[in-house]
């Protein structure tokens, strides 16, 4: 009998739903914008890298930060909190509550108060959430740079990989 070796794949990247154009900033981290739902429990993808691009806006304050969380679906029917699964301005009740429940993807540092730049960031989203991937889930990202971000909507980009196994001869 041949021995059969499992491989890692990849799905094509697709882009995740989330306007960050002129995201405000938020000096406690609480109000930032959600994404519309990832829905895994199709695919069934052993984990997705998160990845892309957000932009800065206009002299933003060095030392600070732009996060990215992951949102898990606490039930099939719904989220915890303020989120809902759609592309929409989320404010948390308490910093404490999202560290609960939300998984922290990445921290970008921003560094200089250099306007425009585009911070880029990769994220394993089963190693964020210390376990197998979400059937549902959504983004959250959230920064307290003192400026907006970005206005232009192409100036931000988000996409998700699907990881799957295969197996051959």
Same mark, same amino acid.
């Given at each position: 009998?041949?021995?059969?070796?499992?491989?890692?794949?990849?799905?094509?990247?697709?882009?995740?739903?989330?306007?960050?154009?002129?995201?405000?900033?938020?000096?406690?981290?609480?109000?930032?914008?959600?994404?519309a739902e990832i829905?895994?429990?199709?695919?069934?993808?052993?984990?997705?890298?998160?990845?892309?691009?957000?932009?800065?806006?206009?002299?933003?304050?060095?030392?600070?930060?732009?996060?990215?969380?992951?949102?898990?679906?606490?039930?099939?029917?719904?989220?915890?909190?303020?989120?809902?699964?759609?592309?929409?301005?989320?404010?948390?009740?308490?910093?404490?509550?999202?560290?609960?429940?939300?998984?922290?993807?990445? $921290?970008?540092? $921003?560094?200089?108060?250099?306007?425009? $730049?585009?911070?880029?960031?990769?994220?394993?989203?089963?190693?964020?959430?210390?376990?197998?991937?979400?059937?549902?889930?959504?983004?959250?990202?959230?920064?307290?740079?003192?400026?907006?971000?970005?206005?232009?909507?192409?100036?931000?980009?988000?996409?998700?990989?699907?990881?799957?196994?295969?197996?051959?001869?």
């Amino acid at each position: 009998m041949a021995a059969t070796n499992n491989k890692a794949e990849y799905a094509a990247s697709a882009a995740a739903t989330i306007t960050l154009a002129s995201l405000a900033s938020s000096s406690t981290l609480v109000a930032g914008r959600s994404s519309a739902e990832i829905d895994n429990s199709t695919n069934k993808y052993l984990d997705d890298w998160i990845g892309g691009k957000i932009t800065g806006g206009t002299t933003p304050t060095a030392n600070t930060a732009i996060e990215v969380w992951v949102i898990p679906k606490k039930s099939d029917s719904a989220y915890h909190d303020t989120f809902d699964g759609t592309d929409k301005a989320v404010t948390v009740t308490t910093r404490e509550m999202l560290r609960a429940y939300g998984k922290l993807l990445a $921290v970008i540092e $921003v560094i200089a108060t250099t306007s425009n $730049v585009g911070y880029e960031f990769s994220a394993s989203v089963a190693d964020a959430v210390r376990t197998l991937l979400p059937a549902k889930y959504q983004l959250f990202v959230v920064h307290n740079c003192g400026a907006a971000l970005n206005a232009t909507g192409g100036n931000h980009v988000i996409d998700r990989k699907g990881l799957y196994s295969t197996s051959g001869g």
